[in-house]
């Protein structure tokens, strides 16, 4: 399969722990977005990275969220001090300049749940 | 700033019948607007674009600027069109997130 990955595909914490989640988007896209998805609503932008740099951060992003992506392959998206409120669908997508607009493929998701 | 607006959380029909799924937006330049679909366990993919003016199976959508709207319009409904369907609006230029509605569910009876 050639399409975006995500691992775990889910995740269950107590309140207070630390979880990282991974993406691997598809090889040659140099975008790379997270969304999070709670019941009933559509994905909320998180953050997005070209290449290695995180070019914008939602103001849903707390501090206790980061996210890298170190050689501008793979990201990572850590939540610390997880909260009830975190629980949701952690979605990765990656894209590439086409047509003058960057069409994004989605990966299959990270869903979070917190205890 | 930008918002996207699916009135509806629901429509059923019967197959053969027409299908229009709702989308007005807000945003101040000009947008990219397009459609996704999330079939039962798979994850999220487009279906269309505006910009590409395509039909893809059978699903078509125009760009209303005057109304804001950005509807998808289907003339008979299969019964494997039946998903979740998400309006989204990215602003052009370097800045390429999208921002989606809430969607809708399709549900198309034989």
């Known amino acids: 399969d050639t399409g975006v990955s995500q691992n775990p595909r889910h995740k269950i914490t107590k309140r207070g722990q630390n979880v990282t989640f991974r993406c691997d988007p598809i090889?040659?896209?140099?975008?790379l977005y997270w969304y999070r998805q709670t019941l009933g609503q559509g994905p909320e932008f998180l953050t997005y990275f070209q290449n290695e740099a995180q070019l914008e951060k939602s103001r849903l992003l707390s501090d206790r969220f980061s996210a890298e992506r170190p050689k501008g392959s793979f990201s990572t998206l850590e939540i610390q001090r997880t909260e009830q409120g975190d629980s949701a669908m952690y979605l990765c997508?990656?894209?590439?300049?086409?047509?003058?607009?960057?069409?994004?493929?989605f990966g299959p998701g990270t869903r979070l749940t917190v205890t | 700033a930008q918002r996207v607006t699916q009135p509806e959380k629901l429509l059923s029909v019967f197959k053969g019948a027409p299908v229009e799924l709702k989308c007005n937006y807000s945003?101040?330049?000009?947008?990219?607007l397009f459609w996704y679909v999330q079939y039962s366990r798979q994850r999220l993919q487009l279906l269309l674009r505006?910009?590409s003016r395509e039909s893809i199976k059978g699903f078509t959508a125009d760009l209303n600027k005057g109304e804001t709207s950005f509807h998808l319009k289907k003339p008979f409904a299969q019964e494997e069109d039946s998903a979740m369907y998400y309006c989204a609006l990215s602003a052009t230029g370097a800045n390429s997130k999208l921002t989606f509605g809430k969607g809708i569910t399709l549900s198309v009876r034989p």
């Open positions: 090889s040659e896209h140099n975008r």
């Open positions: 997508a990656s894209s590439k300049h086409s047509g003058g607009a960057y069409e994004q493929y």
């Open positions: 945003y101040s330049g000009s947008p990219e």
């Open positions: 505006h910009i």
